[in-house]
């Protein structure tokens, strides 16, 4: 592992966040000559400049390029309207179709965006789907932490929890809602976990209401977090109601089947089919408060049910996306095509 210097900015600000993200990209470039040979070079996106790094590195190294896709640039920064300068939106355009142009191989995490992709005139025989997994050596089935439910103030009580970025996308307005029209059940509360662009505004959202039903922790160590899903009845996984969302499938998604707690998913399209194959959890309309508190109540009075989803998920995700099962085609990949241009 070689760590290189970056310029490091909060999540805020489109000028210091382009300059975090093109401070990595010169520096791999830099830093290339002083590592020893490689047989391929895999770079991940978002964002682009780290991606676009791999190009780079792998020309100079003379080495097959593999570029991974766990997000489509620019299409989620303009879905949510980070970006509307025309101008910077085509530059960003170009240089998406520069890298799935020049990549040997193209790693996606989603059916969805193999078919944007082939769609962009890419051609199907170098893009590999591989979805994102989940380490079942870390995220094991836990008893509750009493002392950590203690510390919280949530002993006793049905616990519908959201892990991950409090950002433009994900629209957790929708959480204030439902525990403002869940004031009166006091054996309910919502659980927040994590940082982002939008994390102090839900913040000042959740105390002017006065919603003392929502618990919001800043950012936990990885460490933490299975303690924390262990004291979780229910985990939230939202977006906003955007096409774009239809074809993504976040991560938690896995995590939370691994831990057996059933999903509440407010996101359409391959998330949805995801969670419906596997059979842990229920479904509801992005962005509806009101559905959200009803499905938690549903839940919160029927422990059989949420038993039964979370067993049904745990099984589903051991036997189809286990991260050790993942590696291995991931490695396969690696070695046909380094073999491919060995020859």
Not at 66 to 81: K, Q, T
Not at 91 to 98: A, Q
Not at 256 to 284: N, Y
Request: charged share 25%; net charge neutral.
């Amino acid at each position: 592992v070689v760590r290189l210097w970056t310029y490091v900015t909060a999540n805020e600000g489109i000028f210091k966040r382009t300059l975090n993200y093109i401070s990595y990209m010169v520096a791999a470039i830099i830093a290339e000559p002083f590592l020893r040979p490689a047989d391929a070079v895999i770079s991940t996106s978002p964002q682009f400049f780290n991606g676009l790094a791999g190009y780079f590195v792998s020309r100079i190294k003379r080495a097959p390029w593999i570029l991974e896709i766990r997000d489509l640039w620019p299409e989620s920064i303009l879905a949510v309207g980070a970006i509307r300068n025309r101008t910077v939106i085509g530059v960003l355009e170009y240089l998406e179709m520069f890298a799935y142009r020049k990549a040997d191989r193209i790693v996606p995490v989603t059916d969805a965006f193999a078919r944007y992709m082939e769609n962009k005139g890419i051609s199907a025989g170098k893009i590999e789907v591989i979805k994102n997994g989940v380490d079942l050596d870390f995220y094991q089935t836990l008893p509750k932490d009493v002392a950590l439910q203690r510390d919280l103030g949530i002993e006793g009580k049905f616990t519908a929890s959201y892990f991950g970025t409090h950002g433009m996308a994900h629209h957790l307005e929708t959480i204030l809602e439902a525990a403002e029209s869940l004031r009166d059940r006091e054996d309910i509360v919502f659980l927040l976990v994590g940082d982002g662009a939008e994390r102090e505004r839900i913040l000042r959202m959740r105390d002017e209401r006065g919603l003392n039903n929502v618990i919001m922790l800043g950012q936990q160590s990885k460490s933490e977090m299975p303690r924390l899903w262990a004291i979780s009845d229910v985990s939230l996984v939202l977006l906003k109601r955007m096409d774009l969302f239809k074809s993504v499938i976040p991560s938690k998604i896995f995590e939370s089947l691994a831990m057996k707690i059933p999903i509440i998913l407010g996101v359409e399209g391959e998330s949805r089919e995801l969670v419906k194959a596997a059979g842990g959890g229920l479904a509801i309309e992005p962005e509806n408060g009101g559905q959200l508190a009803e499905t938690v109540v549903r839940l919160a009075d029927n422990p059989a049910l949420c038993k039964e989803l979370g067993s049904k998920g745990g099984e589903f995700v051991a036997k189809h996306y286990d991260r050790k099962m993942l590696a291995r085609r991931y490695e396969d990949i690696i070695s046909s095509l380094v073999n491919a241009d060995k020859r």
